[in-house]
């Protein structure tokens, strides 16, 4: 009798699910074959296109780049190239106009899980990471934080810890000795993101808190291993690698750096009070917007503890690890042309003569070739070099369509070497921003900073940063290097990074 009810209920059970299992196959076939008819590389059941991923860093990016050329690139020409990451579709844009239709749609601005989930780990549901009602709000709160009063009033300590990243490296000058310029300038983007957003002198050029820089570099590298290779999501085989007891680790280390600062910042705030946004121009500099906005929300209960750990986390990544990146390729990629630092020192010293004056807002607005060179930069060594969206809704172009719910990857560093838009594609030429160069191009020829309603919040932070770190260095030194782009790979982990550091020789600038 248990047999016969047994029996009766499971083909009751299957007479209801057998509708919704063939809704839900017809649905994946028609899925599976307008992906497929995206181009793409050979990929095949489970592991889709990973069976074929190169586990070397540097051959990978070579691999993705003949992909892209082949099939983004190719005879078509349509910007757009389709993977498989085992059962999980992904295209990839790298086309001025397809770009835009995914990242100026103002609905398409979730982020995938599948390249920020573990991210999240770390960063929580930050701004950087957070799904699409609760970015909303956030935005809109730390907006304020941005405005051009609160950054000019940033150029001081940008100046300050700049003056002291040229002394620092002093010494290889005097000893005319190679060396790698890349921890140095990392120790300089950590030291000002705590002085200008948590009001914390922390002395990391000085030989203090280096465990934190070491920390975020290795979950860098992880979180990009952990993305790129789908047998790492097993944990199992994540933590059996030693990958997991490593990220692990340096996570430990990351979250009690900034709990410790956000502890003694909370006290501060304690004992002077609430601090207004719009009041900021009565404010010294001690008492920093960014920080002091998220008290504020706190204080009204606006921000939970654990809201509040998880900006102040995103913050301190990618006010640091990014503009890290853009300075180091900047003054990398120039010291391969001595002819073009003429050209900058010659501008420098027309706005600072023999002054060793620290740089204002006003002297930086007069630097028009420097900011050319910058935009090269960031042009061939964008800091993020991919971002994700999730689609909300089907995208059409040029007869294919990409469905909704598919993850979609715009790849900045291929769209920004498109020859459609820069003749030269791989050759650093800062006139491709003279004025009349830049007014022939789409707008989404160049997005170093992702475009659209999701864009980088703090760009013009980290343009204004970039611009007075790399101005007060050229004002020192002249750079010389062996490397070259061959040499020396742009590798996409978290941020681009440098395969073999920026080996540069340094000499003091005479007048």
């Not at 705590?194 to 070491?214: D, P, S």
């Not at 199992?236 to 030693?242: E, N, R």
């Not at 864009?455 to 750079?479: D, H, P, W």
Request: charged fraction near 25%; hydrophobic fraction near 40%; include cysteine.
């Amino acid at each position: 009798m248990a047999f016969v009810i047994s029996a009766v209920f499971l083909a009751i059970s299957a007479w209801f699910l057998l509708p919704k299992l063939c809704v839900l196959l017809r649905e994946r076939l028609k899925l599976v074959e307008l992906i497929d008819r995206i181009p793409g590389p050979p990929a095949i059941p489970l592991l889709g296109c990973a069976y074929a991923f190169k586990l070397d860093n540097i051959e990978f990016v070579d691999q993705v780049e003949e992909w892209g050329q082949k099939y983004a690139f190719g005879s078509e020409g349509s910007g757009m190239m389709r993977t498989w990451l085992g059962p999980l579709p992904v295209v990839m844009v790298c086309r001025d106009a397809i770009v835009k239709k995914v990242l100026d749609n103002s609905r398409n601005i979730s982020k995938p899980s599948l390249m920020y989930s573990f991210l999240s780990r770390w960063l929580g549901t930050g701004l950087l990471t957070s799904y699409e009602g609760k970015w909303h709000s956030r935005r809109k709160l730390l907006t304020p934080a941005f405005h051009f009063n609160i950054l000019n009033r940033f150029v001081p300590i940008f100046s300050k810890q700049s003056e002291v990243f040229v002394e620092q490296i002093k010494k290889h000058a005097e000893e005319n000795e190679e060396f790698d310029l890349f921890p140095y300038i990392k120790r300089c983007a950590l030291d000002i993101i705590c002085e200008t957003a948590m009001g914390a002198e922390i002395g990391a050029q000085t030989g203090k808190n280096l465990e934190y820089v070491n920390a975020v570099a290795a979950m860098s590298r992880l979180i990009w291993h952990h993305e790129r290779l789908p047998w790492m999501w097993v944990k199992p085989i994540w933590y059996s690698s030693g990958n997991g007891f490593a990220f692990d680790e340096a996570l430990e280390v990351t979250l009690q750096f900034t709990k410790k600062i956000i502890a003694e910042r909370q006290k501060a705030f304690k004992k002077i009070g609430t601090f207004y946004p719009q009041n900021e121009e009565n404010v010294g500099t001690r008492k920093l917007a960014f920080l002091d906005l998220l008290l504020n929300m706190q204080a009204k209960n606006q921000l939970s503890d654990e809201d509040f750990r998880e900006e102040v986390d995103t913050f301190m990544f990618a006010g640091h690890d990014t503009t890290s990146s853009a300075i180091g390729f900047t003054i990398w990629l120039l010291a391969q042309f001595p002819h073009l630092q003429s050209k900058i020192h010659e501008e420098l010293d027309a706005v600072f003569g023999d002054s060793q004056r620290s740089a204002t807002p006003e002297d930086l607005r007069q630097l028009p070739y420097l900011d050319k060179c910058i935009k090269e930069a960031l042009r061939l060594a964008p800091p993020v070099p991919v971002v994700g969206r999730v689609l909300t809704e089907d995208v059409e172009h040029k007869g294919k369509v990409i469905p909704k719910g598919v993850t979609v990857v715009a790849a900045i560093v291929a769209l920004h070497r498109d020859q459609k838009n820069f003749s030269n594609p791989d050759t650093f030429d800062p006139e491709n921003f003279s004025p009349e160069n830049t007014s022939k191009r789409h707008p989404y020829s160049f997005i170093p900073f992702a475009a659209g309603p999701r864009n980088c919040i703090g760009q013009k932070f980290a343009l204004l940063e970039m611009k007075t770190v790399v101005s007060r260095f050229f004002r020192s030194y002249s750079v010389m290097t062996s490397q070259d782009n061959r040499t020396n790979r742009a590798l996409p982990e978290l941020v681009l990074t440098p395969s073999k550091g920026f080996i540069v020789t340094i000499r003091e600038r005479t007048k």
